[in-house]
């Protein structure tokens, strides 16, 4: 069974003890799933009501991708568990040799990238709910609005964990392609999706605001 299939205070008691997993990426694909659900809410509002009837369509396409990228990053929490285990594991061999020393170099480092594969995409997912949050501000019901902007604080924090934890995993790398190519697109999502995340916010707190 997934965790995610399992209880909220399960989750949290693991997540709260020494276990390696889940961690922040688990946490961070789970806040982002949660902010997809918000946006979702949003949609489901939206659709069936006259005033809305002209962007219909859209919000249908919008609650169709939302819902999409909602299981991918539910897909994620039990992802980013599966590649860290191997890298916990990993600290413990020994390097008392060169040989050894050598092994455990190159293990670290072969866990390292694999672990990085998890939050980078989380911060893709994030990123691309971003985007729906955004739209769904503009022509959402007005009604619920207030929860596109929690919506997409939630996938800020999200974007902001998976990078918080690609970093982490860079330092057993020695990989110079690798490294530059995923600093590359780590920092474009990271400052394209805080900057749209934040323009989102701005609208919807001017739009709630007394």
Do not use: W
Not at 52 to 61: G, L, N, R, S
Request: contains cysteine; proline residues 3%.
């Amino acid at each position: 069974m997934g965790m995610t299939e399992k209880s909220c205070d399960y989750f949290l008691e693991v997540l709260a003890s020494k276990a390696p997993v889940p961690g922040g990426g688990g946490a961070a694909a789970l806040g982002g799933a949660i902010g997809m659900a918000l946006s979702n809410m949003v949609g489901n509002l939206t659709v069936g009501k006259k005033k809305y009837a002209d962007v219909e369509e859209e919000v249908k396409e919008l609650l169709a991708e939302g819902y999409r990228i909602m299981e991918e990053l539910k897909a994620l929490v039990d992802k980013d568990a599966e590649v860290f285990e191997p890298l916990s594991k990993a600290y413990s061999l020994p390097k008392d040799t060169p040989e050894q020393a050598a092994h455990k170099a190159k293990v670290m480092e072969e866990c390292s990238i694999n672990a990085c594969s998890v939050p980078l995409e989380i911060m893709r997912k994030a990123y691309a709910g971003i985007k729906i949050h955004a739209r769904m501000g503009q022509i959402g019901s007005r009604l619920a609005i207030s929860d596109v902007g929690c919506g997409v604080a939630f996938l800020k924090a999200a974007l902001v964990c998976g990078h918080l934890n690609v970093l982490i995993n860079l330092g057993a790398i020695r990989d110079q392609q690798f490294l530059e190519a995923t600093t590359k697109e780590m920092t474009q999502l990271l400052e394209d999706g805080s900057r749209l995340a934040d323009e989102t916010l701005a609208l919807v707190i001017d739009k709630i605001k007394p």
